[in-house]
Nanobody, 123 residues
């Protein structure tokens, strides 16, 4: 499985961005796609997940502002980010959990990772 994250950029506080995570390879084996982020000097943290059946889960810090969705025909997962804050600045990574039996936000359950896309929110 290969994952390609894109859509990052520079945006002012209050603005919006949409990230994309395009999957290729053995995509039928993917049970969950997750988005994680890592800010400078901080540990990577969970942002959102979506399962193959459409179950979603969000970190408290992004609930109500971010929406994760998927287009199965395009093998792509999106992260719509609205009302962005400077503290959302980070490198955003998508990851795939293969053959998972339950939705998981534990990054150690994920088998493949994309290369990351930088989101910078200016105040």
């Amino acid at each position: 499985v290969q994952l390609q994250a894109s859509g990052g950029g520079l945006v002012q506080a209050g603005g919006s961005l949409r990230l994309s995570c395009a999957a290729s390879g053995s995509t039928l084996s993917i049970s969950t796609i997750g988005w994680y982020r890592q800010a400078p000097g901080k540990q990577r943290e969970f942002v959102a997940i979506i399962t193959s059946t459409g179950i979603t889960n969000y970190a408290d810090s992004v609930k109500g502002r971010f929406t994760i969705s998927r287009d199965n025909a395009k093998n792509t997962v999106y992260l719509q980010m609205n009302s962005l804050k400077p503290e959302d600045t980070a490198v955003y990574y998508c990851a795939a959990d293969l053959y998972g039996v339950a939705p998981t936000s534990d990054e150690y359950d994920y088998d493949y990772w994309g290369q990351g896309t930088l989101v910078t929110v200016s105040s």
